[in-house]
């Protein structure tokens, strides 16, 4: 996602290990991106002043909860108002066949279900493998995503994440 902003400068496995160089050192490494985004002056924040509604941080006690909920974000991203704020649009993930296109670009979003069908865990897509030995066409995502310090992944294979359960991939358009 950060390469969706035009920021390639910022190496993901810095964030994802914890590198922030003080931007955040707590936190989602998706939402980290888009912070990175509007520092940069690549995105816009939208302050509504309810937290259910908008994209905004101010500080820890007051930030929206797109900032630190995967539902909200996915809301907010996925909008049909105009309101400003980075956009995007949602399709169901799965591997597919590179030869009738791709799906989404790195730096797109990939929020993986939980086994109790809550949507629990964003990453942002960095590449993607061959997913089947018997065809060079399949392939799938690589992701990058952190829940907290002690747990990330790191180019992980999507489908290594809540095994089996759905996933969603949040294709990012812009910034209005």
């Not at 994802?16 to 002056?41: F, P, S, T, Y």
């Not at 294979?157 to 294709?171: H, L, S, V, W």
């Amino acid at each position: 996602m950060c390469a969706s902003f035009g920021l390639t400068s910022v190496p993901l496995t810095d964030l994802v290990n914890g590198d922030e160089g003080g931007v955040m050192k707590k936190g989602r490494v998706v939402v980290q991106c888009l912070l990175i985004a509007l520092l940069a002056g690549n995105t816009t924040s939208y302050y509504s002043g309810n937290p259910s509604t908008g994209w905004y941080y101010v500080n820890l006690n007051n930030r929206s909860y797109s900032w630190s909920s995967v539902q909200y974000l996915y809301q907010y991203l996925t909008r049909s108002t105009s309101t400003p704020g980075p956009y995007g649009s949602s399709s169901t993930y799965s591997t597919f066949d590179e030869r009738n296109g791709y799906p989404f670009v790195n730096g797109d979003i990939l929020q993986h279900q939980g086994d109790d069908s809550f949507w629990w865990h964003s990453t942002v897509i960095t590449g993607a493998y061959q997913a089947y030995s018997w065809s060079p066409y399949y392939l799938g995502a690589l992701v990058c995503g952190r829940t907290d310090t002690q747990n990330h992944n790191l180019n992980d294979r999507a489908e290594d994440i809540y095994p089996g359960n759905p996933k969603r991939i949040i294709a990012l358009s812009g910034n209005r």
